[in-house]
């Protein structure tokens, strides 16, 4: 269990002063992990408890339980200072705020507490209620514990203020995520995803056994035409699918992509990422900016910009790029993605190292490895006697927490 997200609304400790203050309460409490320091000078520790079982507790600086209880599970939402929601001993959800105490109702100060329940995204989470008569239902919530929704059978967060919901009668319809107002009730089925928040706001919805692209206000954008498929908008740009090929569509102007040659379909494609996208034609990958310019071509395969930098299989090996095309690392036999500037570098079948992207590796090798998030990577290192355990490791490669067996 992995807690990933900080819990700060205001200034936080400078990433090294953090990572020392929780490597210390670490070993006060022989923890496996221990959270970002929140603002009120809180972290969540994960330990192992005398049944061999992870748990997890909110302590203070001095290791001091700030609550009563243990968690078995812990997943933050997507903002800063978000509440984490936390699963308790007894199975039910509860919203966790920084000071130890729980989201509360509006309505009756009662502490919210759910069946099941998903993080925050954005100002809202999506919660299940079960009733006395056993049936379920979905709402949405805000972080200030008042409620977002009325009760649907599934409700999704709102994306370009619209959630897509569906009645008890399995009704696709969409609804004003401030009035709760339904504004499309003749809808197939629809996403409830949209775009990334950077261009056009559209939701991609089924109607007509096509999918089509409609905008905040429940408008359906006719005179983009109807697709087989579309994915999700990204940086005002969606993957559509014609007659069995793809072609990318830019949202702001209706046009297509076209590659240099003036091709704007292709075999296979991939979703927009940081102004980069990867396009298949005829068993070559190329990678293309918006305005369809070949940055790399040749590939046998392509993965989406991040920290502008990509991972492209070229043949003979994984390899880094950065968005000039440039190879900045490889070839290597696998890459696990980047994060902080770092990644995780296979060689041969079971080996991880941890490159930079400066050109060092970090000591070490690994039997796994992840990504590094609030300041720690998490690794599993294979010891001479064949057992495998679990630790972190920080940006200079030197282990913090307390190991444990996998």
């Known amino acids: 269990m992995i807690i990933e997200k900080d819990l700060q609304q205001q200034e936080r400790l400078p990433d090294e002063l953090d990572l020392e203050e929780r490597n210390r309460i670490s070993k006060m409490l022989g923890a496996i992990y221990v959270g970002p320091i929140n ?12 049944e061999g079982e992870e748990e997890t507790i909110m302590v203070n600086l001095a290791g001091r339980k700030i609550n009563r209880e243990k968690y078995t599970k812990t997943i933050p939402g997507k903002d800063i200072g978000d509440p984490i929601l936390v699963k308790l001993k007894d199975g039910k959800y509860r919203f966790l705020l920084p000071d130890g105490s729980y989201l509360e109702n509006l309505e009756d100060g009662k502490i919210h507490e759910f069946g099941s329940a998903y993080p925050f995204d954005g100002q809202y989470a999506r919660i299940r209620i079960k009733t006395e008569d056993n049936k379920q239902y979905e709402r949405l919530i805000r972080k200030d ?3 977002a929704s009325g009760s649907f059978r599934e409700i999704y967060p709102p994306s370009c203020g619209i959630s897509k919901a569906i009645l008890d009668t399995g009704e696709v319809v969409y609804i004003n995520s401030k009035t709760g107002k339904i504004i499309r009730d003749d809808i197939e089925s629809g996403r409830e995803y949209s775009d990334d928040g950077t261009d056009m706001p559209f939701v991609v919805i089924r109607k007509r056994g096509k999918d089509w692209f409609m905008d905040k206000n429940g408008h359906v954008r006719y005179d983009l035409g109807g697709f087989e498929s579309a994915k999700t908008v990204r940086n005002g740009i969606s993957l559509v699918r014609i007659d069995g090929l793809y072609r990318l569509l830019n949202l702001n102007d209706g046009s297509y992509i076209k590659l240099e040659n003036g091709s704007t379909f292709f075999d296979n494609a991939n979703s927009f990422s940081e102004g980069f996208t990867g396009v298949e034609k005829n068993g070559q990958w190329y990678i293309i900016d918006k305005s369809g310019k070949i940055i790399k071509s040749g590939l046998k395969g392509v993965r989406s910009f991040h920290e502008g930098y990509c991972i492209i299989d070229k043949g003979d090996g994984i390899y880094l790029i ?28 079971s080996e991880w190292r941890i490159g930079n992207i400066d050109g060092t590796t970090l000591p070490g090798i690994f039997h796994d490895a992840g990504k590094f998030k609030n300041g720690v990577m998490k690794v599993a290192i294979k010891k001479e006697d064949g057992s495998v355990w679990g630790a972190y490791i920080n940006k200079k490669g030197e282990s913090v927490f307390t190991p444990y067996k996998l």
């Not at 603002?39 to 005398?50: E, V």
């Not at 490889?330 to 500037?341: V, W």
Request: no cysteine; proline share 2%.
């Open 145 to 147: 514990g008042q409620f």
């Open 39 to 50: 603002d009120m000078g809180n972290t969540l520790a994960t330990i192992i408890n005398k």
């Open 322 to 349: 950065n968005t000039d095309g440039t190879e900045i690392a490889g070839p290597y036999t696998d890459i696990n993605g980047i994060s902080d500037g770092f990644f995780a570098l296979k060689v041969g079948y």
